[in-house]
């Protein structure tokens, strides 16, 4: 009797050890998700204000987060929201870039003086 009990006991044992891996190793991969779609918002609300410099951290940085998540596992459905996910930045990463373009370009453009923009005025109504 006390054989089955030691045989039961380290049964129970090894499938907790397992459960517990499991949910370790899920709920990792959930973070790392977690993380990515809280850095996807954190951009959302603040690549209007980025500066070249921040948008370069912040791309480096999303691409660090994002690698990290692609590492593990991830079901199609998780894959299917990373890749969501990823679009998302990346759209907002090309607004503030094209917003930063424009910025140099009107500055470029105040500096030429009257006679440039004059011309490229005429240049663009034509």
Do not use: P, W
């Amino acid at each position: 009797m006390e054989r089955k009990s030691k045989i039961l006991l380290i049964a129970t044992a090894c499938v907790a050890i397992a459960l517990a891996i499991v949910l370790i190793v899920s709920n990792s991969t959930s973070s790392r998700i977690k993380k990515v779609e809280k850095f996807t918002a954190k951009v959302a609300q603040e690549y209007t204000s980025y500066s070249a410099s921040d948008l370069e951290k912040s791309q480096a940085k999303f691409d660090k987060i994002v690698s990290k998540a692609e590492k593990k596992e991830l079901t199609g459905d998780q894959e299917r929201y990373v890749n969501q996910l990823k679009m998302e930045c990346k759209g907002y990463f090309a607004h503030a870039k094209a917003k930063l373009i424009l910025k140099d370009f009107n500055e470029t453009l105040d500096e030429a003086g009257d006679d440039v923009k004059d011309a490229i005025e005429n240049l663009q109504n034509k």
